[in-house]
């Protein structure tokens, strides 16, 4: 009888033990994050720029670990912008504490000296994975975004975001930059382009950062000049875009000269270059001259067929 309930006891016993060390990492690992974001919080800057925070309140137990904070907000010591926001939630990977995503739970706010603009979306998430205490990737993915200026006309758009960025495993100070956005409505036609409408269908671009360290070689507050001037660059390996009439995809290189001015090479066969002609002719700001030289384009390609780089 003693025997039975020894192994029943076991069970329960082996039971108990893990219940109360999970409950001990929980909780240690609940009080070393809030520790981590109070510290930032309370320094004077985090690499140029003061971070504040309203609240912070561990949920989740047992089974995650959700920090909801409340009144955010990050600007440069100079405050020439104030990004904010009225809530959001920090999720912590328990298996991997290296991986933490942020949950915009309300509008965020973009204030600058000239205007303010204002960020919401049915989901947005960022998202930061280190691996052994170094940078592993970092990206950004929201549903129905909305970026919106009450000083201008028109709000920005976008069904579906997703930028991405890590390390490129080919080659050191390299980054790679994996950019998709789908189903854009742009806030008013863009000059000269008024043919190919406000609706961008998707637009997608894969890109390497090269020379990326000389970027945080940051010299009197200049970020660019010694990204520059170690020759970094845009590598456009893939890009694609799809805008009203016009179809393309391609790839190509952009940069900065020694008086910060852009330079680079692009190359982007079009499609169909006769409907494209044939839509920018049909803008309606679009002057009789220039229209009829568009409308020759047309007819001179839809009678070659060739693709137009």
Request: hydrophobic fraction near 50%.
């Amino acid at each position: 009888m003693q025997s039975r309930w020894l192994w029943l006891a076991i069970p329960w016993a082996i039971f108990l033990i893990l219940a109360a060390g999970w409950s001990a990492y929980w909780y240690g690992l609940s009080i070393a994050v809030r520790e981590r974001l109070e510290a930032v919080a309370a320094r004077e800057h985090v690499g140029g720029f003061k971070l504040s925070i309203g609240a912070i309140e561990a949920r989740g137990f047992p089974m995650l670990l959700r920090f909801d904070l409340s009144d955010l907000a990050v600007a440069p010591l100079d405050e020439e912008w104030r990004i904010s926001t009225a809530a959001g939630a920090l999720h912590v990977q328990l298996f991997n504490p290296e991986h933490v995503i942020y949950e915009a739970r309300a509008p965020i706010v973009i204030a600058r000296p000239d205007a303010t603009s204002t960020l919401s979306a049915e989901a947005l998430i960022f998202s930061v994975r280190l691996a052994q205490g170094a940078f592993a990737q970092a990206g950004v993915e929201a549903d129905a975004l909305a970026l919106d200026d009450p000083a201008t006309p028109g709000a920005l758009n976008i069904g579906k975001l997703v930028i991405n960025l890590r390390p490129d495993p080919r080659a050191e100070h390299e980054y790679q930059i994996a950019f998709a956005a789908e189903a854009l409505s742009l806030p008013a036609p863009v000059r000269s382009f008024e043919g190919l409408g406000q609706d961008v269908a998707l637009l997608r671009a894969a890109i390497v950062l090269e020379h990326a360290s000389a970027l945080l070689e940051n010299d009197e507050g200049d970020t660019l000049g010694p990204w520059s001037a170690s020759g970094g660059r845009l590598r456009f390996e893939a890009l694609a875009l799809n805008w009203g009439a016009l179809s393309t995809t391609g790839a190509g290189w952009g940069g900065l000269d020694e008086h910060r001015r852009l330079r680079g090479e692009l190359a982007l066969p079009i499609e169909d270059p006769a409907q494209l002609f044939r839509a920018l002719a049909a803008g309606p700001g679009v002057e009789d001259e220039a229209r009829q030289a568009l409308t020759l384009l047309s007819a001179a390609f839809a009678q070659n067929a060739e693709p137009f780089t």
